[in-house]
T-cell receptor, first 116, second 116 residues
Framework: KAGVTQTPRYLIKTRGQQVTLSCSPI?????VSWYQQTPGQGLQFLFE???????NKGNFPGRFSGRQFSNSRSEMNVSTLELGDSALYLC???????????????FGNGTRLTVT | AQKVTQAQTEISVVEKEDVTLDCVYE???????LFWYKQPPSGELVFLIR??????QNEISGRYSWNFQKSTSSFNFTITASQVVDSAVYFC?????????????FGTGTRLKVLA
């Protein structure tokens, strides 16, 4: 099985711009989660989608949004970028129903976003 | 409060030394799962082990072993005879049920450097 695929791998944007990141989960996985990883804060949960519905959301401002398509692929959008949004954004998929019960997350390589 | 603490920010060892990575968690839930993930330089987090709150048996997998103690809320990870390829950031995570779904709480990670 192919792993979780995230595109692009690297991205450089300027403040005020918006960005869209893409994630293709492992085939058959219906749950997709997004995390922001920064040196100071570690892994912070952004949101989780299951069958095209946002099922769980972390404590991030409304500038961060996402969606999931019928094929389980997911996109994450950040509008009005700020310097502090520079981070590694990780996508993870899972085959667990009911929010990944007893099912490990499978992560992609991440998208490294740099905001200048 | 629900929290995962990895007090060791960075550890350096010489190859073939044994090393233990500490993980302390906080939760009032009686049912939860604990995980360890490895993040090599390539970026993706790799699942290592899962343990549920009712199973306190220690586990050994090759050079890796895990010690789960509910009495001290700890889930420590030991690498025996470390190798350079073990160099990575290791994350401990707690999965529990919250607001109708399951969520993960990650520790801030421990960077392990194994020197040749």
């Amino acid at each position: 099985k192919a792993g979780v695929t995230q595109t692009p791998r690297y991205l450089i944007k300027t403040r005020g711009q918006q960005v869209t990141l893409s994630c293709s989960p492992i085939s058959g996985h219906r749950s997709v989660s997004w995390y922001q990883q920064t040196p100071g804060q570690g892994l912070q949960f952004l949101f989780e989608y299951f069958s095209e519905t946002q099922r769980n959301k972390g404590n991030f401002p409304g500038r961060f949004s996402g969606r999931q398509f019928s094929n389980s692929r997911s996109e994450m959008n950040v509008s009005t970028l700020e310097l502090g949004d520079s981070a590694l954004y990780l996508c993870a998929s899972s085959d667990g129903d009911r929010g990944m019960v007893n099912s490990p997350l499978h992560f992609g390589n991440g998208t490294r976003l740099t905001v200048t | 409060a629900q929290k995962v603490t990895q007090a060791q920010t960075e550890i350096s060892v010489v190859e073939k030394e044994d090393v233990t990575l500490d993980c302390v968690y906080e939760t009032r839930d009686t049912t939860y799962y604990l995980f360890w993930y490895k993040q090599p330089p390539s970026g993706e987090l790799v699942f290592l082990i899962r343990r549920n709150s009712f199973d306190e048996q220690n586990e050994i997998s090759g050079r890796y072993s895990w010690n789960f103690q509910k009495s001290t809320s700890s889930f420590n990870f030991t690498i025996t005879a470390s190798q350079v390829v073990d160099s990575a950031v290791y994350f401990c995570a707690l999965q529990l049920f919250d607001s109708g779904t399951y969520k993960y709480i990650f520790g801030t990670g421990t960077r392990l450097k194994v020197l040749a």
